[in-house]
T-cell receptor
Framework: ETGVTQTPRHLVMGMTNKKSLKCEQH?????MYWYKQSAKKPLELMFV???????ENNSVPSRFSPECPNSSHLFLHLHTLQPEDSALYLC??????????????FGEGSWLTVV | GQNIDQPTEMTATEGAIVQINCTYQ??????LFWYQQHAGEAPTFLSY??LDGLEEKGRFSSFLSRSKGYSYLLLKELQMKDSASYLC??????????WGAGTKLIIKP
């Protein structure tokens, strides 16, 4: 139990579907992240939120849309995805941004398959 | 560009010692993390080094040489449960985390 909970754990969706991934952190952290993890590739940072404000969007296609309603919850809305978007999507949180030793705590991820 | 290199896969024997290397080229340096990730699970924090030298934590130790852009994770008295991927990540000058692709460690009896 890492203190970061993601749902659903597994999701299969068609290219025309709309779905959402949900993340909740119980650590009292102020920063939350979405990462994409593909086999044998480094973690790709997608979005960063600090105190509910988006501070980073790493050239992510608009078919991925994040939402952070409060500092404990983070969503990733998905629509018209492509098969190459199939991956493990990891949510993470940290106490703050922009300091040394800022440990990130990950959720167990949502396995997404686009068919 | 920024780059983190670590071996793709390593194999070791239960009870033995294994060293997983990580070399980096980044714009600035503000620390280096090691994470462990079991298949299908969350990456979990193992260690953080910001100064040169060896940090020991039980069976796991992590070493850093900033001048060489090099770190290693040393695992002693290997157990079957140590089979996992080990991720190296460097904090650059903008406090961004730059990740390696991970090393899959296979432990054999």
């Amino acid at each position: 139990e890492t203190g970061v909970t993601q749902t659903p754990r597994h999701l299969v969706m068609g290219m025309t579907n709309k779905k959402s991934l949900k993340c909740e952190q119980h650590l009292g952290h102020n920063a939350m992240y979405w990462y994409k993890q593909s086999a044998k590739k480094p973690l790709e940072l997608m979005f960063v939120y600090s105190l509910e404000e988006r501070v980073e969007n790493n050239s992510v296609p608009s078919r991925f849309s994040p939402e952070c309603p409060n500092s404990s919850h983070l969503f990733l809305h998905l629509h018209t995805l492509q098969p190459e978007d199939s991956a493990l999507y990891l949510c993470a949180s940290s106490q703050v941004l922009g300091v040394s030793g800022n440990t990130i705590y990950f959720g167990e991820g949502s396995w997404l398959t686009v068919v | 560009g920024q780059n983190i290199d670590q071996p793709t896969e390593m194999t070791a024997t239960e009870g033995a010692i294994v060293q997983i290397n990580c070399t980096y080229q980044t714009s600035g340096f503000n620390g280096l993390f090691w994470y462990q990730q079991h298949a299908g699970e969350a990456p979990t924090f193992l260690s953080y080094n910001v100064l040169d030298g060896l940090e020991e934590k039980g069976r796991f130790s992590s070493f850093l040489s900033r001048s060489k852009g090099y770190s290693y994770l040393l695992l002693k008295e290997l157990q079957m449960k140590d089979s996992a991927s080990y991720l190296c990540a460097v904090v650059d000058s903008n406090y961004q985390l730059i990740w390696g692709a991970g090393t899959k460690l296979i432990i054999k009896p």
